[in-house]
């Protein structure tokens, strides 16, 4: 269906959890909440099914870290039922991926982006608080060796904490046929100090001048390649390449609520429907009507901790 601004929502972001197994400088695991607030799957399915009856064609399951979650697998099946989805992806920080690739797939997942700020274990470790590295890109080779695929890397990099490892991410993208995407620092803490940190797509791109643009915008992203890349480079530059004209997306937070804007605070509880399916479907299309024309994080400064919000 279409919003108010005339933009069709076909995709959804549906976070299962605000629980997270790392603590990554700039997202704020203090902010998570307790599980007695995460819906069960049969609540996840049947609000699937409302947003499938809207017109959604996809869906990505995020958090939080959506593996921390014992029954994902049950989440994904249950979401692949309740809706004819072209795709239904995952998000994830890869720490518990090598354990669950396989069953993810087949329940139904089809594809994977893993959040990855650095190759570095020290800076990893600086970054996340664990020294999960190895499990990381042991679970992006499962996740390949399960079939999922595409499979993409997410990148954020601040400026003098990980951005000089941009260089050996890219070189993953040169060596796999993978997608490392960085994607630009949004201001969920202090402002300026945000700012300050930011490394923004243009500055990346003059970093890398061998690279060059490669097809249309394709969702949030520009993708760039250079001869010889087995895989592409992203960029997603939320703060200084405004994507909202182009929006399709909405996104239901673990507890049940629709954010219509990540950056807005404005959320639309579907609890009360969960039990009526048409009165659930009805509520899902006021949720959509809701979507703003875009973000403004200049005036509306978003809180801190993505884990909240499903990023
Ligand atoms: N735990 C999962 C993961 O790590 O991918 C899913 C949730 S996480 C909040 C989703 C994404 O949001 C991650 O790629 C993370 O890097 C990104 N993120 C968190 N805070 C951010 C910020 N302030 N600016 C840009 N991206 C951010």
């Not at 609000?47 to 014992?70: D, K, Q, S």
């Amino acid at each position: 269906m279409r919003d108010t601004f005339g933009r069709e929502i076909r995709y959804l972001r549906l976070s299962i959890t605000t629980r997270c197994n790392l603590d990554c400088v700039y997202c704020g695991k203090a902010a998570c909440e307790k599980r007695a607030t995460e819906l069960s799957p049969d609540e996840l399915g049947r609000i699937a099914r409302a947003f499938a009856a809207c017109g959604i064609e996809r869906v990505r399951i995020t958090g939080g870290e959506p593996l921390v979650r014992a029954d994902v697998c049950e989440i994904v099946r249950i979401v692949r039922q309740n809706g004819d989805f072209s795709r239904v992806s995952l998000t994830t920080n890869g720490v518990l991926l090598a354990d669950c690739a396989e069953k993810l797939a087949q329940a139904g997942l089809t594809d994977v982006n893993v959040s990855l700020d650095s190759t570095d274990h020290h800076v990893y470790r600086k970054l996340t608080g664990s020294d999960a590295l190895r499990r990381v890109l042991g679970g992006i080779d499962s996740a390949r060796d399960a079939g999922l695929s595409p499979i993409k890397i997410n990148a954020v990099l601040m400026r003098g904490v990980n951005d000089d490892g941009a260089e050996a991410l890219v070189d993953l993208a040169r060596r796999e046929p993978i997608d490392v995407r960085f994607i630009e620092l949004m201001p969920f803490a202090d402002p300026a100090e945000t700012a300050r940190l930011r490394v923004t797509g243009e500055e990346l791109l003059s970093r890398f001048p061998f690279l060059e643009p490669v097809g249309a915008l394709e969702g949030t992203a520009r993708y760039y390649k250079a001869p010889g890349f087995a895989g592409r480079v992203g960029l997603i530059s939320p703060v200084t390449r405004k994507f909202c004209a182009d929006c399709d997306r909405i996104r239901v937070l673990s507890d049940g609520c629709v954010k219509p804007c990540l950056g807005f605070d404005e959320t639309f509880d579907l609890k009360p429907w969960l039990s009526d399916p048409a009165a659930l479907e009805q509520a899902a299309r006021e949720a959509i009507l809701r979507k703003p024309a875009g973000h403004d994080f200049t005036a509306h400064a978003p809180r801190p901790g993505l884990n909240n919000t499903g990023g």
